[in-house]
């Protein structure tokens, strides 16, 4: 696998990238492969099944919220960063009724855009601190 040498370093953490929050992730990440699966269940799939090292986390955007709920489904326990809540669309909401685990944990939300542009003005701190 072309992970490998990054399975191979157990004292650090990977997270890979099965389903982007970009607004045309599908167009590669959801086509169909000959099993009937799609490309990002695979992805899914494999770090779940096939790697499934400890330090292997998954990355779904928020901003497709089926998506990420069958990323739960295939992966019920492993940790998932969630890009897309803010200006890209998706809420915090949405992030977490479609992404934690049973447990109540198992993912960090992202929210870059919406707090790094809070403002342009003097009051660029305040505002930063608000969307965060």
């Known amino acids: 696998t072309a992970l490998l040498p990054f399975l191979e370093q157990t004292d ?3 997270i890979v990238l099965a389903r982007t929050s970009n607004e045309g992730a ?3 990440q959801d086509l169909e492969l000959k099993d009937g699966s799609k490309v990002y269940e ?3 799939s494999n770090v779940e099944k096939e790697w499934n090292a400890p330090n292997c986390g998954l990355v779904i955007g928020a901003t497709a919220p089926e998506e990420l709920k069958r990323g739960r489904i ?3 326990n492993r940790f998932i960063l969630i890009p897309g809540v803010g200006i890209q669309g998706a809420t915090a909401e949405d992030a977490v009724v ?3 685990t049973e447990a109540g944990d198992g993912i960090l939300i992202n929210s870059s855009r919406a ?3 809070a403002s342009k ?3 660029y ?3 930063a601190r608000e969307q965060a």
Request: glycine share 12%.
């Open 125 to 127: 701190a305040e505002k």
């Open 121 to 123: 003005e003097a009051d």
């Open 12 to 14: 650090k953490g990977i």
């Open 42 to 44: 695979k992805v899914i």
């Open 26 to 28: 599908g167009e590669f």
């Open 74 to 76: 295939l992966a019920p």
């Open 115 to 117: 707090i790094i542009f």
């Open 98 to 100: 479609n992404g934690i």
